[in-house]
């Protein structure tokens, strides 16, 4: 069983709409979660932590978390062309070992 | 500046062949890690180091080898390559000090094994 599960995607939105990304995990021991954003062929870049459950909110994105659910989100708001990349989710399961899902593809359509 | 530098960036070896992937970090961090990414299958972890005297194997550490030469360096061997050994291999630190120890990337090689 995959330890961080994304949903396949990929993921088409027109600009200006909400892209809404999920990720599901199967350790509830884990503490600490993560979106990396990957364009294509580039590292991945952090841009949301979050640790505790509820919402939290930076500029456009907003990650959401539910333990008792082991579920995580990203929403984009007014989502941007420059918006379209590759969204993997992360978690931690134990001192060292950052677990990632598969990964999914959005696509902003101008 | 780049935090974190690896090098080469692109690679094309062939098969059998002995290579070595090498990075470099100005962050300070005591962790290292070495990751391959293959379409498809996200990030999986090859070796990972928390400090120069300490090495561990990561889920597919078969074929591959690592050494920490310093805190700043950290360097994955190919020892025979193999074609499907061709992937982005991604080097990433971080600091346990930090709430959530987030990792940090460098900017990958794209390795290719004919």
């Known amino acids: 069983q995959k330890e961080v599960e994304q949903n396949s995607g990929p993921l088409s939105v027109p600009e200006g709409a909400i892209a809404s990304l999920n990720c599901t995990y199967s350790?509830?021991?884990?503490?600490?979660f993560f979106w990396y954003r990957q364009y294509s062929g580039k590292s991945p870049e952090l841009i949301m932590s979050i640790y505790s459950n509820g919402d939290k909110e930076d500029g456009r994105f907003t990650a959401q978390l539910n333990k008792a659910s082991q579920y995580v989100s990203l929403l984009i708001r007014d989502s941007q062309p420059s918006d379209s990349a590759t969204y993997l989710c992360?978690?931690?399961?134990?001192?060292?070992?950052?677990?990632f899902g598969a990964g999914t593809t959005v696509t902003v359509r101008a | 500046d780049a935090d974190v530098t690896q090098t080469p960036r692109n690679r094309i070896t062939k098969t059998g062949k002995r290579i070595m992937l090498e990075c470099s970090q100005t962050?300070?961090?005591?962790?290292m890690y070495w990751y391959r990414q293959d379409p498809g299958l996200g990030l999986r972890l090859i070796y990972y180091s928390f400090d120069v005297k300490d090495i561990n194997k990561g889920e597919i550490s078969d074929g591959y080898s690592v050494s920490r030469q310093a805190q700043a360096k950290f360097s994955l061997s190919l020892e025979s390559a193999i074609p499907n050994q061709t992937a982005l291999y991604f080097c990433?630190?971080?600091?346990?000090?930090?709430?959530?120890?987030?990792?940090?990337f460098g900017p990958g090689t794209r390795l290719t094994v004919t």
């Open positions: 350790d509830r021991g884990s503490q600490s």
């Open positions: 990433a630190t971080s600091d346990p000090r930090v709430a959530g120890e987030e990792q940090y």
């Open positions: 992360a978690s931690h399961f134990n001192d060292y070992k950052l677990s």
């Open positions: 962050k300070g961090h005591d962790r």
